[in-house]
């Protein structure tokens, strides 16, 4: 008899580790589904990296001093590389015998060295009077016909800063370093007692395969595409327009399966870039946009050209019932994101997206 009760008493306590497993696991489960999940998306070099490093600085911890030290080495490599890249066009366009006889030093120095070397007083120099040069300034005009992060110039035009001995990475200098996203990245977020999670992965051809069967239960895919991409080619394929494969890429990610309960939101992004383009290179002038109907320079060119690229992208959504909710963004510009976002942020806390169209 007492094994008999000392069996029961088992089987009470058994029940009772049960039921606690099975209240947990529920409350995992609903923590899990209560959580909103944000997933990047977008070419290689839209821009969505910036977004994802944005949303760290307003949402999360912050950099620490060790991590703004890392980055450090970053822009050296960045500024070095594209002014590697910039005075090697200078010779291949023709335009070598035009630099000035006091700065072909400083373009034999520039070649001299690595790109993961230090930017010093002498490189630093070197960087400077080069991109004051009247046949750097004619090959970076023609950028479009090479391959070049357009936002470096902003590490060009802080030089005198970044030469430093003391030299320390600002916030924006890490908003602003490039190092392309292979793999996924995740991070976390309180914000508005919510729970958030962004994840951002490749975007370079070759790292797609990797997205669209880990995230079939997203809230909401950020899909983010460079405005002033339009008059571009992509790093991989010389002969494909990058507007032209972020409307593809975005077709593809719009009407897939897995994203059929995700909500869609579109950042037109570099717009900041783009405003400046628009004043030497005509949309229309591209063989993909000759539908373009805005005169060059009219009245309203800003914001047709904007209203246009929208057009594009909204034209691949083959779901009636799908409404797409875009933002027109500059990514290194945190006030912008932080407005923008908040606008996405109730959209996607309250369940019942409108649609918007901020500039």
């Known amino acids: 008899m007492g094994a008999c009760q000392s069996g029961t008493a088992e089987e009470r306590e058994e029940r009772k580790r049960s039921k606690e497993v099975e209240k947990l696991m529920s409350k995992m489960v609903e923590e899990e589904q209560e959580k909103v999940k944000l997933l990047l998306l977008g070419a290689g070099e839209s821009g969505k990296s910036t977004i994802f490093k944005q949303m760290r600085v307003l949402y999360g911890a912050g950099l620490t001093e060790d991590e703004l030290k890392q980055v450090i080495p970053v822009v050296y490599m960045n500024t070095i590389a594209s002014m590697k890249t910039l005075i090697e066009h200078v010779r291949s366009m023709g335009y070598e015998t035009e630099v000035a006889d006091d700065n072909k030093k400083y373009m034999e120095k520039i070649f001299s060295i690595e790109e993961s070397c230090a930017i010093d007083e002498k490189v630093g120099t070197a960087i400077r009077e080069l991109w004051k040069d009247e046949a750097v300034i004619k090959t970076w005009k023609r950028r479009a016909e090479f391959q070049i992060v357009e936002s470096v110039k902003y590490y060009f035009n802080e030089i005198d800063r970044i030469m430093q001995d003391d030299y320390i990475a600002t916030q924006q200098d ?83 399966r897995y994203f059929t309960n995700s909500s869609m939101i579109l950042f037109l992004n570099k717009r900041d870039l783009f405003q400046e383009k628009i004043q030497n290179v005509h949309i229309g002038d591209q063989e993909a946009f000759k539908d373009f109907s805005t005169p060059f320079g009219a009245p309203g060119y800003y914001d ?56």
């Open 304 to 359: 047709n050209g904007i209203k246009y690229f929208l057009s594009k992208f909204r034209s691949v959504n083959k779901n009636p019932d799908r409404n797409i909710y875009s933002h027109a963004t500059c990514a290194t510009d945190s006030k912008n994101v932080a407005v923008v976002f908040n606008a996405c942020k109730d959209i996607i806390l309250r369940g019942s997206m409108t649609d918007t169209f901020g500039t």
């Open 174 to 256: 890490m908003l602003m370093a490039r190092v392309r996203t292979s793999g996924i990245v995740t991070e976390k977020y309180v914000i508005d007692g919510a729970q958030f999670e962004m994840y951002d992965v490749g975007g370079q051809r070759n790292e797609r395969k990797k997205w669209i069967h880990c995230f079939d239960d997203v809230t909401a895919i950020i899909f983010v595409a460079a405005l002033s991409e339009y008059d571009q080619v992509l790093f991989e394929d010389s002969s494909t327009n990058r507007m032209t494969e972020a409307v593809e890429l975005f077709a593809e990610i719009c009407n897939n």
